[in-house]
């Protein structure tokens, strides 16, 4: 090892075990959560740079490399991991002086820097990067999403009690100090990261459903299985995987039970606590006592479920294709297939010249969730343009 990495190497086990520095200008700081494109959004300091970025508890803090190199951050060395898809990716670290959230800094924050303009739309979704879980310890988190609010504090005795809250235990391993908790399925019992980057209730690791006590609680009746790529993360564009969608009848987190819970499986492990739980629950992270709080949102009305579209949409390789498809779904009886590229969708042509309009056109797929009002869709597959119709009279026809 030569002399320079030798010191790289120090400096960076020694910021990686050092405890970051907090001060706080207010007993509680309070911060407004945007909710776009299904993603928590929240603006922050990182040294003289203010801007927004994504807040995302399964995931380190990660700096654009633009701005990692305006700032003139000190590299202290490189990590090579696996993104959400299982893809190996390599990204520097780097020290942050001082990350500020609202009344709340942080000082010698290690961060990750990665070129996010070298991810397909990442500089769409993530145009300055990640605030992430290793700012979590030596303090209390609430994420409540019925306020938009992010509310930070010294101690959980500062922040007000919620009625309906439970204790479970919280479990950290090490840097980036992620929020993992135990979970539940009839006898099984193993942990999972609570991931506020990942949109699903559970995202359950696939193995674990072939598991005679977790099988037992699935509703077979809500099965529903197809094929397609779970979206883009920092490796790029995920592969094409098998895909189940389920409801499980009963989940335990800690002592508190979860009934007819949303599940879909991932291909890597471990199983993720998703956003989607934070659309019924406030959610406290206490790192000072090891503990997660659960609160039951007040009621609300509930709102009419619209029928599962089965297929998805997304931006790939700057055109418009169908990236998801389920079996024996409307779509797929239509004819619509994986891959079909998509022209038009009710008459219009979704705008896909420049890389801003493709931005766009994503966002608006991912923020408007209408997918089931389409009526037809016409695509260019083999050399040929077609008219999916996607009604109660099914057809396919050329045009």
Request: hydrophobic share 35%.
């Amino acid at each position: 090892m030569g002399v320079k990495a030798q010191v790289e190497t120090e400096l960076l086990r020694d910021a990686l075990s050092k405890p970051i520095k907090i001060e706080r200008d207010e007993v509680v700081t309070s911060i407004p959560l945007q909710i776009r494109s299904g993603m928590l959004h929240l603006t922050a300091s990182i040294n003289d740079f203010t801007g927004e970025f994504v807040f995302d508890t399964g995931s380190p803090t990660v700096i654009d490399q633009t701005i990692a190199e305006k700032l003139n951050l000190k590299i202290l060395g490189e990590n090579t991991g696996l993104d959400s898809n299982g893809r190996e990716v390599t990204m520097k670290i780097a020290l942050a002086e001082k990350i500020t959230l609202g009344g709340t800094s942080f000082y010698d924050v290690p961060v990750m820097v990665h070129d996010y303009g070298g991810v397909p739309l990442g500089k769409c979704y993530l145009p300055n990067g990640v605030i992430g879980s290793e700012l979590l310890p030596g303090g209390v988190w609430r994420i409540d999403l019925s306020n938009h609010s992010l509310k930070m504090a010294a101690n959980v005795e500062q922040l007000q009690f919620l009625s309906g809250s439970k204790k479970i235990p919280l479990h950290s391993f090490g840097y980036p100090y992620p929020p993992i908790i135990g979970y539940s399925i009839g006898r099984f019992t193993d942990k999972a990261l609570f991931d506020t980057g990942n949109a699903s209730e559970i995202s359950l690791f696939e193995p674990i459903v072939d598991d005679k006590w977790v099988s037992n609680e699935i509703d077979r009746g809500t099965i529903k299985v197809g094929r397609g790529r779970l979206g883009t993360s920092a490796g790029g564009i995920g592969d094409i995987v098998p895909l189940k969608n389920f409801q499980i009848k009963s989940l335990g987190l800690g002592n508190y039970e979860l009934e007819n819970v949303n599940v879909t499986t991932r291909a890597n492990p471990p199983t993720l606590v998703g956003r989607g739980l934070l659309s019924s629950h406030i959610v406290t992270l206490d790192y000072v006592n090891a503990d997660f709080w659960l609160s039951p949102m007040p009621i609300v009305e509930p709102q009419a479920k619209e029928d599962a579209p089965g297929f998805a949409l997304s931006v790939t390789d700057d055109k418009l294709e169908v990236t998801q498809i389920f079996e024996s779904s409307r779509a797929e009886r239509a004819g619509l297939m994986l891959g079909d590229e998509v022209v038009e969708i009710d008459g219009s042509s979704p705008p896909m010249s420049t890389s801003d309009q493709q931005c766009q056109t994503s966002r608006q797929l991912s923020e408007q969730r209408n997918l089931s009002s389409i009526k037809k869709i016409k695509i260019f597959r083999n050399g040929e343009f077609m008219v999916i119709v996607l009604d109660e009279e099914l057809e396919v026809s050329e045009g």
